[in-house]
């Protein structure tokens, strides 16, 4: 490690808890230098460096040197310690990566606290329950990455994992007795560890410098190889059935978007016309249509054909309700916990207060088949070409499986590989409210952030999510900004639908012009939700700008990123670049209006070192002076978009 670096000549250890033969045994010590050796009576744990140019490649094992198997409970292969005062913590900030879509990400000062949602009804949508969650001050737990930043030295560390097929992992933050733990975790859910067997652990990589933007690039392009992420997909634009009509959607109303499309292609130039969530009979009997609906799923898949449009559908294919037929004819399909109770994996007042939703034991041969037979037949027989696949969370939840050989991340990995294999080849699937890991190279897009809303936030999100997590429109934008290091990397990032109508909507103006942006600079597909017909000339113009906007982002872009992300919790700079363009969105968070100034130092830009740029929106322009951006003043949640060409190429 250089000299001078934020890891440098701190002290490194390891720990290692497991039981043998229900004796609890804690393996741990300090690690001198790189290779490292250790071991006791039962394990052997070893652990070796290989610097690359700017960066680090951590391998490590553990063996079971013993007769009898050994359940580790606790692997943390490699812990740094930091020296720290409590004056020095809010000099420190911390970037958190969220377990699954619809969790929160985003950076904190080591003064703050982990946010957790206040009704833990809610809970299975946000966290890895597989874990507690850390309630003091300056204990963080990231999913896969973390990175640690001195705001006074403008350096920051980054600490990722490089493999997610066989286990879920953290890299976390700890306050303990004046010294600041920086650790790496591999969730061994209660693995058993056979005699004389060994476990090579997910590499780690470990990156210091000041761009930290730069350096989750690069460990999100490595973990990509490393999961074998072939072409990924290009970029398609659509209509979903959601955000207007939510679960009240029916036939008449579906088809009445689907004509003012075939009408207005111009306005409405867009790929997929996706069916939400509302038609199915019950949550688990997919292939059914109800009674707002008087044809049969097949035959509205035709319908959108048709219309020369790639028809998608939505499904939950991990969890069930008791009035499905799957429940009522298989209720050993349902996943058990300790207690032999089936698993609760959602509360959705939608489709039902007192109602309950139960997670499939995906190891089960009986839901093999049945997911086999599901996906076989929506893109075979029925012809859907998109597959919107949500709540996935659910596959992976704790409980007692029919095979429990299998760590959490390795059911979900094989249920979306069989989902996969189940399917059409070229059928694009979107996976939503999915864990991240396993499902690289699995789908094609991911979401990966809350549902956006008609509103910018309210009680459920500022008040039950602490403002982080739950839907609103400004936590699905944070992880819109928070997460393009994934795009294009891992899959396309889908950043969720625009609402651009006035009825039913209370988003301001600038907020919609701000989501249009995010969504567009995010280079994921954009997606519309409204009710087609009633928009008005204004609003059409807009989806117009944002569908043009949105492609030439995705053409012109190899590069994504949020220069300011350990700075702000919203980055409030949102950067899409390639050879001949760069795209720059700078943005206000705040609740009141603010003479706003950017500093762009970190974006590499193209041309001269003074100019004026003018907003893609409303053409008023802006000064760039030696990489500061003089935006002038700023409404409420408002944004500016700048569009500056590479002159030379």
């Given at each position: 490690m250089e000299k001078g670096s934020l890891l440098y000549n701190k002290r490194k250890s390891y720990l290692i808890r497991y039981h043998k033969n229900g004796r609890e045994i804690l393996f741990s010590g300090s690690i001198e230098d790189f290779p490292a050796h250790e071991e006791n009576r039962d394990l052997q744990?070893?652990?070796?460096?290989?610097?690359?140019?700017?960066?680090?490649?951590?391998?490590?094992?553990?063996?079971?040197?013993?007769?009898?198997?050994?359940?580790?409970?606790?692997?943390?292969?490699?812990?740094?310690?930091?020296?720290?005062?409590?004056?020095?913590?809010?000099?420190?900030?911390?970037?958190?990566?969220?377990?699954?879509?619809?969790?929160?990400?985003?950076?904190?000062?080591?003064?703050?606290?982990?946010?957790?949602?206040?009704?833990?009804?809610?809970?299975?949508?946000?966290?890895?329950?597989?874990?507690?969650?850390?309630?003091?001050?300056?204990?963080f737990t990231s999913d896969m990455v973390g990175v640690l930043y001195?705001?006074?030295?403008?350096?920051?560390?980054?600490?990722?994992?490089?493999?997610?097929?066989?286990?879920?992992?953290?890299?976390?933050?700890?306050?303990?007795?004046?010294?600041?733990?920086?650790?790496?975790?591999?969730?061994?859910?209660?693995?058993?560890?056979?005699?004389?067997?060994?476990?090579?652990?997910?590499?780690?990589?470990?990156?210091?410098?000041n761009d930290c933007s730069l350096m989750l690039e690069v460990?999100?392009?490595?973990?990509?190889?490393?999961?074998?992420?072939?072409?990924?997909?290009?970029?398609?634009?659509?209509?979903?059935?959601?955000?207007?009509?939510?679960?009240?959607?029916?036939?008449?109303?579906?088809?009445?978007?689907?004509?003012?499309?075939?009408?207005?292609?111009?306005?409405?130039?867009?790929?997929?016309?996706?069916?939400?969530?509302?038609?199915?009979?019950?949550?688990?009997?997919?292939?059914?249509?109800?009674?707002?609906?008087?044809?049969s799923l097949k035959d509205i898949s035709l319908k959108i054909k048709d219309a020369d449009l790639m028809p998608g559908v939505w499904t939950a294919p991990f969890m069930v309700r008791k009035n499905s037929s799957i429940f009522k004819k298989n209720p050993d399909w349902i996943l058990k916990d300790k207690y032999l109770r089936p698993v609760?994996?959602?509360?959705?007042?939608?489709?039902g207060i007192f109602g309950k939703t139960y997670a499939l034991d995906i190891t089960h041969t009986g839901v093999q088949e049945y997911i086999k037979d599901l996906f076989f037949t929506l893109t075979y027989e029925y012809g859907f070409e998109f597959l919107k696949i949500d709540f996935l969370y659910a596959g992976c939840l704790p409980g007692i499986r029919h095979d429990p050989s299998l760590t959490l991340a390795e059911v979900m990995r094989f249920g979306l590989a069989l989902i996969r294999k189940s399917c059409k080849p070229q059928t694009l699937i979107l996976g939503c409210g999915c864990p991240l890991g396993p499902a690289i190279g699995m789908v094609d897009t991911m979401r990966i952030g809350n549902d956006v809303t008609p509103y910018w936030s309210g009680f459920v999100s500022d008040f039950l999510g602490q403002g982080f997590e739950q839907l609103s429109t400004k936590n699905c934008i944070r992880n819109t900004l928070t997460r393009t290091l994934m795009q294009k990397k891992w899959w396309l990032n889908d950043p969720d639908c625009l609402i651009v109508r006035k009825v039913n909507n209370k988003l301001t103006y600038p907020e919609i012009i701000t989501l249009s942006t995010v969504i567009a600079l995010s280079g994921g597909p954009l997606m519309l939700s409204d009710n087609l017909g009633s928009l008005d000339d204004k609003q059409k113009e807009l989806i117009q700008k944002a569908l043009y906007l949105s492609r030439e982002v995705s053409e012109h872009s190899f590069r994504y990123y949020c220069p300011d992300i350990m700075i702000n919790q919203i980055p409030e700079i949102q950067v899409a670049q390639g050879n001949d363009k760069t795209f720059i969105g700078v943005y206000n968070f705040r609740g009141h209006a603010k003479h706003k100034v950017y500093d762009l130092r970190h974006v590499n830009l193209?041309?001269?070192?003074?100019?004026?740029?003018?907003?893609?929106?409303?053409?008023?322009?802006?000064?760039?002076?030696?990489?500061?951006?003089?935006?002038?003043?700023?409404?409420s949640h408002a944004c500016r978009l700048f569009i500056i060409e590479n002159t030379s190429v």
């Open positions: 744990f070893n652990l070796d460096i290989k610097d690359e140019q700017d960066y680090s490649i951590i391998k490590s094992s553990i063996t079971n040197s013993s007769s009898v198997e050994l359940k580790i409970d606790i692997l943390r292969p490699l812990i740094f310690s930091l020296d720290i005062s409590k004056r020095e913590l809010a000099s420190y900030r911390f970037f958190f990566n969220g377990f699954q879509s619809f969790s929160g990400t985003g950076s904190f000062s080591l003064n703050e606290r982990e946010k957790d949602t206040r009704l833990p009804a809610l809970r299975v949508l946000h966290n890895n329950t597989a874990l507690p969650k850390n309630k003091k001050r300056g204990w001195s705001l006074k030295k403008d350096h920051g560390a980054c600490i990722g994992f490089l493999d997610s097929t066989h286990f879920f992992t953290q890299v976390g933050t700890e306050i303990k007795d004046g010294r600041l733990i920086l650790y790496t975790q591999v969730q061994t859910d209660n693995i058993l560890l056979k005699p004389f067997s060994t476990i090579k652990l997910p590499p780690i990589y470990l990156s210091q410098g460990w999100a392009d490595l973990l990509a190889r490393r999961m074998n992420v072939e072409n990924i997909t290009p970029k398609k634009d659509g209509w979903c059935s959601w955000y207007y009509y939510f679960a009240h959607i029916d036939e008449d109303e579906l088809i009445k978007n689907l004509e003012v499309i075939k009408v207005d292609k111009k306005t409405f130039n867009i790929d997929i016309f996706e069916l939400d969530d509302g038609y199915q009979e019950a949550i688990g009997d997919w292939t059914e249509t109800n009674n707002k609906f008087r044809s609760v994996s959602l509360w959705n007042p939608n489709w193209p041309g001269p070192k003074t100019r004026v740029v003018n907003d893609f929106w409303t053409g008023a322009p802006a000064s760039i002076e030696d990489g500061i951006l003089r935006a002038g003043i700023l409404e």
